[in-house]
C-alpha cells in the first residue's frame, strides 16, 4: 500500500470510528482511551544477506503494535512489506480490537511487520528474519498473552518458523500463533475460512433480498485467496458469477463464469485473461457492471469518491479491508446501495484463527466439516445481531457494526477498571 493510499485508508478508519463515538455519546476521554494503543514496539533486526558474492549486514525495522486486550489476548497478523510503518500497523491493530468485539471472540487487537520486500530474500534469509524477530519479541508473546497470525507478505511457513523460535525456550506451544500448516497444529477449513465466510453472508443478504442465488449477478473483484474461495463457495451455491478480476484485468460472461475452469486457467497461464467464454474488461469497468451485489476481495479504497457515483450494484460486501472511502461511503448510502462492512464480511479468517487456538488449547483437532460449520452459524448469528441493531436504531450495518464492537469493548474495560 503506497502512502497515498496509506492516509486516506487511515481516515477512512478514523471517520468511521467516530461517526460510532459520536452516536453513542461517548466522551473525549473514552474516545481517547478506546483509541490508545496499550503498547507499541519498534526494533531493528540484524541479517546478514549474500549478494554478489559477499556477506552485507542489513538492518531491518520491525513493529508490533498491541492496541486493546480488555476482552482477551491481544491478535493480529505479521505483514512483511517495503512499505510497513508505525502508524499502517497501529491502525490495523485497532481494527483487529473492532473485529474480533464485534464477532465476540475473547481476543483484543494487534497487528505486527517488518519494513521489507520478502521477495528480496530467500527462504533462509526469511526464515532467520523471522526468528530474529520473535527473539525480539518473545517477552511479549504468550497463549494467553500476544498470538501472532498470517498477514501480507507472509504464510503457514513464517507461522511453522514462529512456533520453533517461541518453542526453543517455551516447549512444543502450538497456540502461540494461528495460521499453521496442518501438520504442526494448524486448523483444517483456515485456507478457505475468510472466502468461505464472505460467500455464507451473500447467500444471507441475497436471501434478505429475496433473490435466488441463481439469479444473483454477482462481481467479484479479485482472485487470490479470499476472491478464489468466495468466487469457489459461492458457485457450489449455485451462485452466478458474471465477472472475476486480477491485476492485469478483468474478465465477464454475462450467463455466468465456471470458477473451476478459471482456476485451471490461471493455474496454467498466471491470469484470467484469455479466459474461453468471457470478454475482457478493465478493473476499473467490472466495478460499474450492473449486478446485484459487488464483492471487492483485493485492494484498499478501490470505491472512491471518483466511482461511486457509477456503482450500480444493489449490495456491496466488503471482503478486502478498506475498500470503501468514507466519502464514497456516504455516496453510497445515499444512493441507497447496502455496504456489509470488512470487520463483519470478511471476519471468517480471524474466526478461523480463533477456532485453531481453542483446538490448540484442548489438543483435539476439530474435522474439516465441524470448522465451516460453526464458522457459518456464528458469522449468521453475528450478521442478525448487527442488521437487527442497524434496523433497531435507524442506521447503515457499518455504524452499527462499529457500535457493537466499540460498546463491547468499553464495557469490558469499565468492568476491568482500567
Known sequence: MNKEKQCICQDTQRHFLFRAFDSLGLEDAQRELLLSSFRETRFSIPVVLHRDG??????????????????????????????????????????????????????GGAKGGVTINPAELNKSELEVLTKRFIQKMEPLLGVHQDIPAPDMGTNAQVMAWILEEYSKTHGYTPGIV????????????????????????????????????????????GFGNVGFHTAMTLARMGARVIALSDVRGAVHCEAGIDIEAARAHVAQTGWLEGLPGTEPLSNEAMLEL????????????????????????????????MPVTHQADTELQERGIIVVPDILANAGGVLASYY??????????????????????????????VSHHAEENETDLRTA?????????????QLRGF
Open 54 to 107: 559477499r556477506d552485507t549486514l542489513c538492518t531491518f525495522q520491525g513493529y508490533r503494535v498491541q492496541h486493546n486486550h480488555a476482552r482477551g489476548p491481544f491478535k493480529g497478523g505479521l505483514r512483511y512489506h517495503p512499505e510497513v510503518n508505525q502508524g499502517e500497523v497501529r491502525a490495523l491493530a485497532q481494527l483487529m480490537t473492532w473485529k474480533t468485539a464485534l464477532i465476540d471472540i475473547p481476543f
Open 290 to 321: 450492473p449486478c446485484h451485489i459487488l464483492i471487492p476481495a483485493a485492494l484498499e479504497a478501490v470505491i472512491n469518491c471518483d466511482n461511486a457515483g457509477a456503482i450500480q450494484a444493489k449490495v456491496i460486501i466488503e471482503a478486502a479491508n
Open 401 to 413: 457494526a462499529y457500535e457493537l464492537a466499540i460498546g463491547r469493548v468499553n464495557k469490558a474495560i
Open 178 to 221: 494461528t495460521g499453521k500448516p496442518v501438520e504442526l497444529g494448524g486448523s483444517q477449513g483456515r485456507e478457505e475460512a475468510t472466502g468461505f465466510g464472505v460467500a455464507c453472508v451473500t447467500r444471507k443478504v441475497a436471501g434478505g433480498m429475496s433473490l435466488h442465488l441463481e439469479d444473483t449477478r454477482i462481481v467479484i473483484q
Open 356 to 385: 485453531e487456538w481453542v483446538q490448540n488449547l484442548q489438543e483435539f483437532p476439530w474435522e474439516h466439516e465441524s470448522v465451516l460449520r460453526r464458522l457459518e452459524q456464528h458469522l449468521l448469528r453475528v450478521y442478525g445481531e
